[in-house]
């Protein structure tokens, strides 16, 4: 679970979830049901994409083996694999394209919006990200009576994902230094209550295990390519994970009530 933890730091628009009951790694993506269908398609390939490359690597280090839908014949249960080859390609046009304009830099640079984003009661405002912007929200662990704990939550365009460049990073860290293995285990675990639906109907990220010196961290990690350019990415982005804080926070506190 802690190579799974780790790898979700750098996820883009899907989640690798540990499935114990079927012991299967799955990408999770989850879109609301009004999502247009032009933006549920590019989330589609390129979450294939991204799942075949890593397949092999992640089989290997968990010690199990490809699932015959990642392989190249058949891509999905049942299908001709002429149909097969097609979708590979279309698939792997699409992440080529993120790939190319991921090379350049970020069109969320341009935006003049950060500083207006809205600020949710008990919000603090950080120091300045250059174009971005960081907040301080209100959280605490369940048994926690301090009062100056705090998750934080910030849009950075000018952060890069390692795996496909440049675009627009949104970050939303939960509080306190945590020890490896537990941060592993929180982290998979709000996964997998991520996929029942438990925080939100949109999924498009992943919650995963950063590194404070000897410590760890848990954060929910999502990213906005280049290629997928959107004036109002910025405050949407910044209103679903305040919102996914807030749910996160009552949802600790609901379960030792």
């Not at 979450?47 to 990642?70: F, I, K």
């Amino acid at each position: 679970m802690r190579f799974l933890a780790s790898l979700n730091l750098t996820a883009v628009g899907s989640a690798l979830v540990y499935q114990s009951q079927s012991q299967t790694v799955e990408s999770v993506t989850a879109l609301p049901a009004a999502t247009p269908a032009a933006e549920i398609a590019r989330h589609q390939s390129l979450q294939r994409a991204l799942a075949r490359h890593d397949a092999p690597l992640v089989a290997q280090l968990m010690r199990g083996e490809v699932a015959s839908g990642l392989r190249p014949v058949p891509y999905g249960p049942g299908m001709d694999p002429r149909l097969a080859r097609k979708a590979i390609l279309a698939d792997d046009l699409i992440l080529a394209r993120v790939l190319e304009l991921g090379r350049l830099p970020s069109p969320f640079l341009e935006l003049d919006v950060y500083r207006q984003l809205p600020v949710l009661p008990g919000h603090r405002p950080q120091p300045s990200l250059g174009a971005g912007v960081s907040f301080s929200v209100p959280f605490r662990w369940p048994g926690d009576d301090s009062p100056q704990a705090t998750a934080s939550l910030s849009v950075n365009p000018r952060e890069e994902n390692p795996r496909i460049g440049s675009g627009m990073a949104v970050y939303a860290h939960l509080p306190g230094f945590l020890e490896e293995a537990l941060a592993a285990r929180i982290a998979q675990s709000l996964n997998q209550r991520e996929c029942a639906g438990v925080f939100g109907p949109r999924f498009a990220g992943a919650w995963c295990m950063t590194i404070f010196g000897r410590s760890f961290s848990v954060a929910f990690v999502s990213f906005v390519p280049s290629a997928w350019f959107d004036g109002n990415a910025p405050g949407q982005m910044h209103d679903e994970m305040a919102q996914r804080l807030a749910r996160v926070a009552e949802s600790f506190s609901s379960a030792v009530s």
